[in-house]
């Protein structure tokens, strides 16, 4: 059984939440180079996310 939102469960812990964190969108063909630079640009964001949560 999950606690109701906005309480604690019993252990004292606040609930976490999921939510995504990202959301690829693939381009037509036509668009490919665009896609690789949008995807490589994703990539170097991700990276800076993930190493701003380990610090």
Known sequence: MQPEKGKRN???EKERR???V???TLLP????EKQEEWLCELEREAANVIRGRLQ
Do not use: D
Request: aromatic share 8%.
């Open 22 to 24: 990202f959301c690829v």
């Open 18 to 20: 999921r939510r995504p």
């Open 10 to 12: 019993p252990k004292g």
């Open 29 to 32: 063909p036509a668009q490919e």
